[in-house]
């Protein structure tokens, strides 16, 4: 039998490219793709959208508590800080015047005066021309005290003072020394001399007694101290200046110690005292010489201002007694230095007086005062309406301002150091 002979069939080569996808395939993909290039709109919002407004609901919520306990912290912290501040203006008028007053030195009460007094030193130095023999002796200031009696002693020039050591120095001018008044004694300053030139007499500060009343009473109550050491006591060759270069200096120097003393003297005014220019009084020694070396000498010179000074306080009483019929108020001048002072004798020797009479005229600046430390504690704690009635029962006063803070702070807080109150008289 012949035998059967198979042979393989082998399919052309084909391409995936040339193999046709299913039709169905093709329009599916054609769909899917028209749906993603053209979503449709979905007929109700997205789920996730809906938990974003939410979300946002809640934050909001959050925001508005916080900010509610952000307000309520800033207030209590603002609470703990409220404060006032109470300006106050007093009732004020001025009144011209011109008056004559009489004061009592040292009194207790009503008008009186101090006695001031203020020594100072200036030096020079000028040319000399050699030599010349000199006998000069010290001299210095001391207060004399009379604590005997009520009535002035009077003392010649030359009357003596000693000290414990026996030195002796003399008066230079006549003095009448006041009397003791209520138990003060009274006092005067004077200049002496020693009673020998030479430098034995160029002593510090020392207590002297009289001679001429040892075996009185007098001897023991009426003294004198030194008020300035004793200088100037010379005895040999000193440089021979011109008397013209002498004069000169002492003229130069009269004047410069007479601007120093009144600027020395007026700043040492205690502040609730007055003192006027025009009540001042001035004394100068005779220029002393001193050795400065080859070809110059050293001139210097003593000064001495005196003047009275007055309590405010007293003088402003004074003052209102005269020209104020209202005078129940407490009242205070505040220009009492403006004031034009003059004494009625032009001659008066303060330093001996016991009594100064003297005018002051001008235009008073008056002020009403009030109890400022009482008013604020009054204030304390208060609202703005009771204190401002309150501030109306206060006489003195013409008007005022409250202002708190914070602003909507409307009372006066209770504690002292949260208040200020301010008089615009002081400013």
Known sequence: MAQKKVQDVIPPKRSIRDIELPRTKKVEHIKVKK???????????PKI???NQDFKKTNAWKYAAGGVLLLVIAFGISAFFKSAKITVTPKTDSKAFSETFTAQKDALSGLGFQLVTISKDATKTVSASGQKPVNIKATGKIVIFDNYSAQPQKLVATTRFQTPEGLVFRLINPVTVPGKQGGVPGSVEVTVAADKPGDAYNIGLEDFTIPGFKGDPKYSAIYARSKTPMTGGFTGLQAAVSAADISQADTDLQTELKASLITDLSSQIPANFVLYPQSMSFSFNPVRQSSSGSGSAVLTKTGTANAIIFDRSALT???????????????KITNLQ???????????????????TFTLNGTASMVWVFDQNKLKSDLLGKSKNDAESLIATYPSIKEAWIETKPFWNQSIPGDPAKVTLVNTAEQ
């Open 49 to 51: 959208f809906k938990e």
């Open 317 to 331: 009483a004074a003052i209102l007694s005269k020209i104020s019929a209202d005078t129940q108020d407490t009242i």
């Open 338 to 356: 403006d004031l034009n002072f003059a004494y009625t004798d032009p001659n008066i020797d303060i330093t001996q007086a016991n009594t100064a």
């Open 35 to 45: 749906e993603f290039d053209e979503p449709e709109k979905p007929k109700s919002k």
